[in-house]
């Protein structure tokens, strides 16, 4: 299983998988870092067939429409800055 965790999310929460063998990245580790257009991330999920990680309403939307990216998660915490996001402690 990948995940890929988009640019609105801390790229310190790739940590939380990566500790439990998870494969895991964030948009600053991909080429363009957090300038990889949705395409690309989309893109990104479908040859890795990773799971993307957003709090993006737009990645929701493509998600229902047109089934891209195929596997979403779909973060709705309302609006703060990624400083605010405190991930769940870990065991």
Do not use: W
């Not at 988009?6 to 998988?17: E, T």
């Amino acid at each position: 299983m990948n995940f890929i965790i988009d640019a609105q999310l801390p790229p310190s929460l790739k940590f939380i998988f990566n500790d439990r063998n998870i494969h895991c990245i964030h948009t600053l580790d991909l080429v363009d870092q957090n300038n990889t257009t949705d395409t690309e991330i989309r893109d990104y999920c479908e040859v890795n067939d990773s799971i993307l990680i957003t709090k993006d309403e737009d990645f929701y939307y493509t998600h229902i429409l047109n089934n891209r990216p195929r596997k979403l998660i779909l973060i709705k915490i309302g609006n703060c800055s990624k400083s605010e996001i405190i991930p769940i402690p870990t065991k």
